[in-house]
């Protein structure tokens, strides 16, 4: 009797290990599965296409510092909002012309999402 009970824990111990096994097998083709079907999926992209401008906003203050690569402007209706400015290779062959000092007031047009300089007036 000893030697049944013996047996069966056996293979109860084997049949639950087949199991794990099975279940693991199953479990890692599943996640298999799911890489491949989600990198199949195309991803609409940003595409910029050759006539497309990407919209220009503009911010109108006083100059606080102008440097070589970039312009700092401070509001003219709220004196705590100051945005410093990169430029363009556009903008900064023109600013060789002009000599812009701090406390002018200037129009700073840049690209929508960005701190870009593309226009200065």
Known sequence: MTLLHER????????????RTITGRRIF????????FFSLLEVPSKT??????????????YIVAVGPKAITVKNKQNIYHVRT???SPKVEQQLMKK?????????????RG????????
């Open 99 to 111: 000599k812009l000092q701090p406390g002018m007031i200037i129009t700073v047009y840049y690209t």
């Open 114 to 121: 960005t701190d870009v300089a593309v226009k200065l007036k």
């Open 29 to 36: 083709f599943h996640i298999v599965g799911f890489l491949l």
């Open 8 to 19: 069966d824990s056996v293979s109860r111990g084997f049949i639950a290990q087949r199991i």
């Open 85 to 87: 400015f990169n430029y």
């Open 48 to 61: 910029v296409f050759a006539g497309h401008k990407p919209p220009t906003d503009s911010f109108k203050g």
